[in-house]
């Protein structure tokens, strides 16, 4: 499956954004998506993920309740909410696929988008 997220941008902090991820070549139904993101100097971390049907999320810590990851099978997009941000919320977005829910290790995560700049202005 083919990847491309979008919907970055520059923010003030306390504002929001929503990302998107379009899939292409695979029915986007057959995976667990998720959200990661990699600020400057930093490892990759995990955000966000949802299950095959979006009946089941979860979040990293640092963004729970500020961030809602949510998914449309029929439009073949995930998409991720992201309201109160702050200016640590800095970093490039990617989206990936995995066939495996639960995990938040971007080992399991086979096919990545390229990313998206969030940046957040204090």
């Known amino acids: 499956v083919q990847l491309q997220a979008s919907g970055g941008g520059l923010v003030q902090a306390g504002g929001s954004l929503r990302l998107s991820c379009a899939a292409s070549g695979r029915t986007l139904s057959s995976y667990v998506m998720g959200w990661f993101r990699q600020a400057p100097g930093k490892e990759r971390e995990f955000v966000a993920a949802?299950?095959?049907?979006?009946?089941?999320?979860y979040y990293a810590d640092s963004v729970k309740g500020r961030f809602t990851i949510s998914r449309d099978n029929v439009k073949n997009t995930v998409y991720l909410q992201m309201k109160s941000l702050k200016p640590e919320d800095t970093a490039v977005y990617y989206c990936?696929?995995?066939?495996?829910?639960?995990?938040?290790?971007?080992?399991?995560?086979?096919?990545w988008g390229h990313g998206t700049q969030v940046t957040v202005s204090s």
């Open positions: 949802i299950n095959w049907s979006g009946g089941g999320t």
């Open positions: 990936a696929a995995s066939g495996r829910y639960g995990s938040s290790s971007g080992a399991d995560f086979g096919s």
